[in-house]
């Protein structure tokens, strides 16, 4: 009995559908159990004997029924197996994002949506302009806007509604030396509208964030420095982690004028 007991349960299918059988049905004998678990009954006998020696099942009237610490385990069990899950599914974003940048518990990621540039190199760009067109209202970090976000807000000021746009920038001050003059231009016209405020960040930004009405993305970077996946979801945490990390940039940041 060297091994953990999440070890254990995930060394063998049999292990964990018999403490589920047991949770679901109440105390069952041998041959009951076998109508519901894929496993011989020779082995499931020697799992029974195994779960009793550690004191997850107990025997009465010729059955076994499940223990407390059985079914605490069995909870635990499934816990990390949908833990794993959600971080399977995310791991094109979550493989590019330094642990210590992201505060934010896995399980808020379960209904988040991963946009992956593994076939389309530009769609997590074009999904990030997606989410942007039409917003009344948007919040974002980034190291710097790409041309495609500058031309996009830029477009928008002059409109009869203009969104409520925040930009906290590392690079908040192109020059025609990084970029071109064109984009330094449109850029101009952002920093000219009274419906978009920027401001410059002393902080490293490992990567871009923010919420368009509510909506939040997060944006993963490759290890060339070029855009990764990106993940956008509504989860109430994942918006509050946006929000409580842009205040967190916000406090240092001082406005471009």
């Known amino acids: 009995m060297s091994d953990t007991p999440l070890e254990y349960l ?13 949770r679901e049905a109440g105390p069952l004998p041998v041959r009951r159990l076998e109508e519901r678990v894929s496993a011989s009954r020779r082995t499931l006998k020697r799992t029974l004997r195994e779960m009793e020696s550690r004191g997850w099942v ?23 197996r949908e833990r794993a899950r959600v971080a399977r599914d995310a791991r094109p974003f979550l493989e590019r994002i330094p642990a210590s940048a992201l505060d934010l518990d896995v399980d808020a990621l379960a209904e ?15 999904r990030l302009l997606d989410i942007r067109d039409g917003a009344a209202e948007l919040r974002e970090v980034a190291p710097f ?27 908040a001050e192109p020059t025609p030396a990084e970029f071109s003059r064109a984009y330094c231009e449109r850029f101009d016209d ?22 368009a009405d509510g909506h939040a993305f997060v944006g993963s970077t490759g290890r060339d420095g070029m855009p990764g996946a990106l993940l956008e979801g509504d989860d109430p945490a994942i918006v509050d982690w946006v929000e409580r990390s842009m205040e967190r940039y916000l406090d240092r940041a001082d406005p471009v004028s």
């Open 10 to 22: 995930l060394g063998s299918q049999t292990r964990p559908q018999t403490l589920t059988a047991l």
């Open 145 to 171: 806007v790409i041309r495609d976000t500058v031309d996009q807000l830029a477009d928008r000021v002059d409109d009869d509604a203009p969104p409520d746009v925040t930009l906290v920038l590392e690079d």
């Open 112 to 126: 988040a949506t991963v946009i992956r540039p593994d076939e389309d190199t530009t769609a997590p760009v074009d």
């Open 190 to 211: 952002l920093l000219a509208a009274s419906s978009v405020d920027v401001y410059v960040t002393p902080d490293d930004v490992p990567f871009a964030f923010g919420a």
């Open 58 to 80: 107990y025997p009465t009237d010729g059955a076994y029924g499940l223990t407390a610490l059985g079914a605490e385990l069995l909870s635990a069990h499934d816990r990390f």
